[in-house]
Structures are given as structure tokens and as C-alpha cells.
């Protein structure tokens, strides 16, 4: 199932139901909430994990809508992004991007993924 059509029947759903659909900040709440509730499925070992990770990924795609983002299109960009990145490692292992190396960077050109 692609993006655009997951983004289009969550947004019905919370249409058909009455759920929020303009309160930007409480839906970033819930959101958040619905995060929280997967570490915690996850940690205590539940079998809801992957229920709880659908949860997030309903939320997300009714706040892309809420926010008027194509949120296909968005992911699509962002991956292109990140596998034109380089990285390189700090001492304690943990991945930085190298700023050394020309790249194409989404968040210094006001999302128009050119380079930098």
C-alpha cells in the first residue's frame, strides 16, 4: 500500500469518526504517545509491537495531512538525501555526517534538496 493511499484513509477515518483533524499541537501530542507506547510494548516484550508501530504511522499520516504534507513524496525526497550522504565515525562509534564532503542537504536550502 503506498503512502498517498494510507495518508488518504487515515484522514477519512478521523474525518468519519470525529477525531481531531486542526489541532496541530495536540496531534503531535498523541503522536508522541502513541511513540512512548511502542517502547513500552517493545521493552516489555508485548506482542503489540507491530500494532503499536501501526498506531505511529496512522497518527503520522493524519498529521501529514492535518499539515497539508505529501508525506509520499516527502519520504521519497528525504530518502534520495540520505543515500547521497557521507558519513564518517566519532570516537565513541557513533555516525556524524561528514562535512568535508559536498552533499545534497534538504534542511539548509529550504527543502529544495540541492547542494550545499
Known amino acids: 500500500m503506498e503512502i498517498r493511499l494510507v495518508q488518504r ?7 468519519e469518526k470525529g477525531f481531531n483533524t ?8 498523541l503522536l508522541n504517545s502513541e511513540v512512548a ?14 500494532e503499536e508501530l501501526a498506531d ?11 499539515v497539508g504534507t505529501d508525506l ?7 530518502i534520495a538525501v540520505n543515500a547521497s550522504r557521507v558519513y564518517r565515525p566519532l570516537g565513541n562509534g557513533v555516525l556524524v555526517k561528514d562535512e568535508t ?3 545534497i542537504d534538504d534542511a539548509h536550502d529550504g527543502g529544495r534538496c540541492g547542494w550545499r
Open 9 to 15: 484513509l487515515a484522514w477519512a477515518n478521523k474525518v
Open 22 to 29: 486542526t489541532d496541530v499541537p495536540l496531534e503531535f501530542c
Open 37 to 50: 507506547e511502542a517502547f513500552d510494548a517493545w521493552r516489555r516484550g508485548r506482542q503489540d509491537v507491530g
Open 56 to 66: 505511529i504511522a496512522i497518527f503520522l499520516v493524519g498529521l501529514a495531512e492535518m
Open 72 to 78: 509520499q513524496a516527502a519520504v521519497e525526497a528525504k
Open 101 to 103: 564532503v559536498p552533499q
